[in-house]
Nanobody
Framework: QVHLTESGGGLVQAGGSLRLSCAVS????????WGWFRQAPGKDREFVSAVSWRDLSTYYADSVKGRFTISRDAAKNTVYLQMNTLKPEDTAVYYC????????????????WGQGTLVTVSS
């Protein structure tokens, strides 16, 4: 059975940092690309970042480029999202997801999802 479990969300002041984790079980971790998405209240789920299974290339939405860093630890079957210089507009539920494609920003094409972790950034 596949499980993706996010953690690390919480309340932080603007300018602060958080590191999200996504623990994975039931999948061949290194055979999947990993993405982070977020969904703010009343908005669609949006792409944040991804790391490719093929060459570990990383991709970022323009809104987080230079502030967020995605990484993965295959030995721990865990994906991370380091978020620095957080802004109130980063407030959302953050989800990790798995896709067998090399790179994908389309949420509806990802195959497996976690339950999400809430990040709230106060001004």
């Amino acid at each position: 059975q596949v499980h993706l479990t996010e953690s690390g969300g919480g309340l932080v002041q603007a300018g602060g940092s958080l590191r999200l984790s996504c623990a994975v079980s039931g999948l061949a971790f290194s055979s999947y690309s990993w993405g982070w998405f977020r969904q703010a209240p009343g908005k669609d789920r949006e792409f944040v970042s991804a790391v490719s299974w093929r060459d570990l290339s990383t991709y970022y939405a323009d809104s987080v480029k230079g502030r967020f860093t995605i990484s993965r630890d295959a030995a721990k079957n865990t994906v991370y999202l380091q978020m620095n210089t957080l802004k109130p507009e980063d407030t959302a539920v953050y989800y990790c997801a798995a896709d067998h494609r090399q790179f994908n920003t389309k949420a509806d094409e990802y195959e497996y999802w976690g339950q999400g972790t809430l990040v709230t950034v106060s001004s």
